[in-house]
T-cell receptor, first 115, second 112 residues
């Protein structure tokens, strides 16, 4: 596609439920990032995928969070047993550059509200 | 010390004013630097990369001081449409990872 596509755009769930957020990066972009942004806060790095390399999971806040990227394209971020503090906008970004300056194109985000 | 630190503002300036934002970073291994712009309830978008020698794009000028680990963004002749949050972004590359760290942003409001 022309841009990074994320779904759902909004998700309201009850505490304790599992949620899946999807990201479809720009075609041909080998690098994919997940960030989250809480209200009034900066972007918090979650996970990074680059081609077939092992992902950098250093930003995942707990073992309730996991992500996969199938076929080097679409990625799914899964949050198990959601908590109220998980409420945030989850932003996906992709990038073409493999070295040097790494310019990200973001999707519009998935706004998660945990009641 | 935070990895990337910015003055949160808000900066409220009249149209036509010149305004400057500063950003400091803590990791001396940082290699690439950027300014992103984020409009309210929207995703961040690249404004400009920051080069070692400094660079200009129209009304926007970015500067980098590696010795002081400091980045700046200057906006001249401010427009109403410049109202947004400006994010300082630092890239540290190594061990196969290209992690970018975002500052919390500086909010700018340009007033008629």
């Amino acid at each position: 596609g022309a841009g990074v596509s994320q779904s759902p755009s909004n998700k309201v769930t009850e505490k304790g439920k599992d949620v899946e957020l999807r990201c479809d990066p720009i075609s041909g972009h080998t690098a994919l990032y997940w960030y989250r942004q809480s209200l009034g806060q900066g972007l918090e790095f979650l996970i990074y995928f680059q081609g077939n390399s092992a992902p950098d999971k250093s930003g995942l806040p707990s073992d309730r969070f996991s992500a996969e990227r199938t076929g080097g394209s679409v990625s799914t971020l899964t949050i198990q047993r959601t908590q109220q503090e998980d409420s945030a906008v989850y932003l996906c970004a992709s990038s073409l550059r493999l070295s040097g300056a790494n310019v990200l194109t973001f999707g519009a985000g998935s706004r998660l509200t945990v009641l | 010390r935070k990895e990337v630190e910015q003055d949160p503002g808000p900066f409220n300036v009249p149209e036509g004013a010149t305004v400057a934002f500063n950003c400091t970073y803590s990791n001396s291994a940082s290699q690439s630097f950027f300014w992103y712009r984020q409009d309210c309830r929207k995703e961040p978008k690249l404004l400009m990369s920051v080069y070692s020698s400094g660079n200009e794009d129209g009304r926007f000028t970015a500067q980098l001081n590696r010795a002081s680990q400091y980045i700046s963004l200057l906006i001249r002749d401010s427009k109403l449409s410049d109202s947004a949050t400006y994010l300082c972004v630092v890239q540290v590359s190594g061990a196969g990872s290209y992690q970018l760290t975002f500052g919390k942003g500086t909010k700018l409001s340009v007033i008629p």
